[in-house]
């Protein structure tokens, strides 16, 4: 982590979380995912976004997102109360800092579920947060899905599907790509990378130094 805010574990000795960003086209499973993971892992955490959208049926406030008027948006976004923010599909979108760093301080997992633009601001603060693309399998799926989901009109559903090529322009960015085909296949090639990255060297080489005795910081070692 180079965030200022967040002193990097081979200084504290204490496991920090890791952030994890997940993007992809709207209506990839992206959302379905994230709740299938929340669901198995209690350890896993959710970053609420702010948004200016209007909540569609179902959605609850403080839950999904956190619908903010325009005005209250930008009072957040000056007061830089924002880790991240982003325009999307014409509204307001972005990551309320403090519970994002107090999440990671506290060694929880944290997933942010957020656009291209925001995941490379992310990028900027936080060299150690983990990138994955959701994709579903084919154009035509995609908009199969898009339209069953039922929570856009047909013009709102164009720009989404109209900006999924600028959007792909992101992914060399990104550290995995994850097909999502089948849902629990996909919800369980998330979870191998979540679990997978927890068991970083870079993350744990100061434990066992310190069981060991030795000082395993980052770039110290001898000649053997
Ligand atoms: P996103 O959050 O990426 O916009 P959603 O999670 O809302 O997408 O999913 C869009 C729609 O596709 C929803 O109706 C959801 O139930 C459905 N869906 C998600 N994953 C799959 C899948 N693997 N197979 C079939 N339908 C899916
Ligand atoms: P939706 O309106 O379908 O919930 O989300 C639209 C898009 O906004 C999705 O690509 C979603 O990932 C993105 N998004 C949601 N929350 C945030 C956020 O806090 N910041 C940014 N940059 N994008 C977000």
């Known amino acids: 982590m180079k965030n200022d805010e ?19 086209p709207s209506g990839a ?21 702010a948004t200016t959208r209007d909540p569609r049926d179902g959605e609850v406030n403080g839950v999904n997102y956190w619908f903010v008027s325009r005005e ?8 830089n109360d924002l880790l991240e923010w982003a325009e999307v599909y ?9 519970r994002v760093l107090e999440a990671i ?11 291209p633009q925001g995941a490379m601001k992310v990028k900027e603060q936080f060299s150690s947060a983990v990138f994955v693309y959701i994709m579903p399998p084919s154009p035509r799926e995609l908009s199969r899905r898009i339209n069953d989901r039922g929570t856009e009109n047909q013009e709102a559903i164009r720009h989404r599907l109209n900006s999924v090529a600028c959007e792909l322009g992101y992914i060399h960015e990104y550290d995995y790509l994850v097909i999502n085909d089948e849902l629990k296949e996909a919800t369980a090639d998330v979870a191998a990378i979540i679990r997978a990255e927890k068991w970083r060297v870079k993350r744990n080489a100061h434990l066992v130094g310190l069981v060991w005795g030795v000082d395993l910081r980052q ?3 001898e000649k053997i």
Do not use: C
Request: charged share 20%; glycine share 12%; aromatic share 8%.
């Open 6 to 24: 967040v002193t990097p574990e081979w200084v504290t000795g204490n496991p920090t979380g890791n952030l994890i960003v997940i993007s992809g």
């Open 29 to 49: 499973g992206k959302g379905t995912i994230v709740k299938a993971l929340l669901d198995q892992f209690a350890s896993i955490h959710y970053s609420v976004s």
């Open 72 to 79: 209250d948006f930008l009072h957040m976004r000056a007061k």
């Open 90 to 98: 014409g509204n307001f979108y972005g990551t309320p800092r403090r």
């Open 105 to 115: 301080k506290r060694g929880h997992d944290i997933i942010l579920e957020i656009d």
């Open 219 to 221: 770039g110290t070692h």
